[in-house]
């Protein structure tokens, strides 16, 4: 069916807009269609002389307004604002009980069938109602109509037999038992499939952060610096600054492993990028682009302030912050960098960085040389 055609905007007007508060008025729509047609067949029974009319419109208009007004407070949102269970599921399981209890006291010799109508009852309630809920609901159910069936007992002995009034209670009692535990059991499975959902979620969650991480330094991998970097194209917002790109290299990096070993290189690996971090704005992205390489992006950043960054952080990985990794040795690193051109591909503005980081470590290293 097509958004606008006749039966979907019949549809939402009804039901609402497509979502969970959709499914919720559904259900209290469906309710107020089984309360009518059950009002139809009491009025059958007005017709066949079984139940006294006076009797049938007054429940008959008990359970119609009830079951209006449940479904106008869901469609309208008001359940939404004031209660915890925005579907009311509690309270139109509550109400239904009243309206069964009622209808088992007016109703004449066909009355054992009304009984049916509080396995309906459980029904409903099982696509929401909380463990806890499901028994309470059951037992009000039978303490209700426990009570009716006494009184009725005590004072029309005549039509109220005892003795078939106690079977009676005892098939309701097996009938309620029996569904409510079938309800708790539902609700155990629905909260067992909503805990995995949220375990599915979190593992993604967790997954996603992996693939686009990484694992030594903690800084964005080489695979996410690439969706940035062909994200960002064009570079530079209309009325800011150019966006700049920068290799960074550390220089002899190779002598650090063979002369301290390789877990002291990873060791110097996660401070320089710590050390780095620390350099950079709010809207730089700082990726370890391969072994002891790094990208770095300063979007909206011109040459003079992008080379004072580099410059501070050149400064502050030469003062140290690597005692105890590397005694004796000093820990430096060589860049190239470069200002993106508006339309230019992130390959061709590499390229150049590349060529100028070339040049810096031919130049001596430890410095940043500009393309
Ligand atoms: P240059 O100044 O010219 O850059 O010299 P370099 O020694 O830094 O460069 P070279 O490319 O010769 O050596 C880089 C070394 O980095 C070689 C490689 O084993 C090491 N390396 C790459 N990835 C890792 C890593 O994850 N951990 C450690 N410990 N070493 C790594
Ligand atoms: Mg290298
Ligand atoms: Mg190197």
Sequence with gaps: MSRHSPGSRLATLALGPPGNQRMRTSQALLA??????????????????????????????????????????????????????????????????????????????????????????????????????ATLLAFAGLSMLGAVM?????????????????????????????????????????????????????ALEMNRQLASRDALTGLPNRRAMVDLLAREQPWGRPGGGPTTLAILDLDWFKRINDTFGHQTGDQVLRRFAELARIELRAGDVLARWGGEEFLLLMPDTRRESAHAALDRMRVRVAEGGFEGLVQGMAVSFSAGITVCGHDEPYTRALERADQALYQAKNAGRNRIQWA
């Design 150 to 202: 006494s009184w009725r007992s005590m004072t029309d002995a005549a039509r109220f037999d005892p003795r078939v009034e106690l079977i009676q209670f005892l098939f309701a009692a097996i009938v309620m038992g029996a569904s409510a535990t079938l309800s708790i059991r539902l609700g155990r499975l629905r909260s067992r499939f909503s805990q995995q959902k949220d375990k599915l979620e979190h």
């Design 32 to 133: 107020l269609a089984v309360y009518a047609v059950f009002a139809l067949l009491q009025h059958a029974e007005v017709l066949l002389g079984l139940l006294d009319l006076r009797r049938a419109n007054e429940l008959t208009a008990f359970a119609l307004t009830g079951a209006l007004g449940f479904y106008l407070s869901i469609r309208s949102g008001l359940s939404r604002r004031f209660s915890r269970d925005p579907s009311l599921t509690l309270a139109q399981g509550g109400f239904a009980l009243c309206a069964v209890t009622w209808c088992y006291s007016i109703t004449g010799p066909a009355r054992g069938a009304v009984l049916s109508i509080l396995v309906l009852v459980t029904l409903f309630g099982m696509f929401r109602l909380s463990p806890r809920q």
